[in-house]
T-cell receptor, first 111, second 114 residues
């Protein structure tokens, strides 16, 4: 049983560009959450998707948007990249409110 | 009110010793408290979790102690091993309908010396 998978593993972009990150949840899970983890810090909640809708959102600007597909996979889009967006982006999946399981993350570097 | 404060920032323990990591929270609406273990270059892995109506939960060498009145909880790792060397995060969850949002502490880097 594959766990949570994310792609790509690493990404380098320049300021002002746009990026799309992808996540496939663990088999049987229907909820996907996205987190941003800056170096040396704990993950920070970006938003959560359930039934293809954004259910909760953390304190992140509208430059961060997402989508969930009918097969429960999800995308995170970030527009107008800033240097401060450099971080590890983590996807976590769960069955509703039950425990969240994290993927390996996508390391984004903005130059 | 959404913060979770974690201490210590780093911890060095001898093999076989007990590692203790503490967390405190303010928001009494938090209803689920998981601990995650993260190795370099990997995503956080769920270790153990507790609900606020339980004072202690043990799974193998890992124990969560929960003090609801003090709004504090801690992770105890018994018989610590070098393979336990990792960063540990406490978290607190706020549930709303079908959604659950995790707020993480700042992490504790544990080093277990052989």
């Amino acid at each position: 049983d594959a766990g949570v998978t994310q792609s790509p593993t690493h990404l380098i972009k320049t300021r002002g560009q746009q990026v799309t990150l992808r996540c496939s949840p663990k088999s049987g899970h229907d909820t996907v959450s996205w987190y941003q983890q800056a170096l040396g810090q704990g993950p920070q909640f970006i938003f959560q998707y359930y039934e293809e809708e954004e259910r909760q959102r953390g304190n992140f600007p509208d430059r961060f948007s997402g989508h969930q597909f009918p097969n429960y996979s999800s995308e995170l889009n970030v527009n107008a990249l800033l240097l401060g967006d450099s971080a590890l982006y983590l996807c976590a999946s769960s069955l509703g409110r039950i425990s969240q399981y994290f993927g390996p993350g996508t390391r984004l570097l903005v130059l | 009110q959404q913060q979770v404060k974690q201490s210590p920032q780093s911890l060095i323990v001898q093999k076989g010793g007990i590692s203790i990591i503490n967390c405190a929270y303010e928001n009494t609406a938090f209803d689920y408290f998981p601990w995650y273990q993260q190795f370099p270059g990997k995503g956080p892995a769920l270790l153990i979790a507790i609900r606020p109506d339980v004072s202690e939960k043990k799974e193998g060498r890992f124990t969560i102690s929960f003090n609801k009145s003090a709004k504090q909880f801690s992770l105890h790792i018994m018989d610590s091993q070098p393979g336990d060397s990792a960063t540990y995060f406490c978290a607190a969850a706020l549930s709303s309908g079908s959604a659950r949002q995790l707020t993480f502490g700042s992490g504790t880097q544990l080093t277990v010396l052989p």
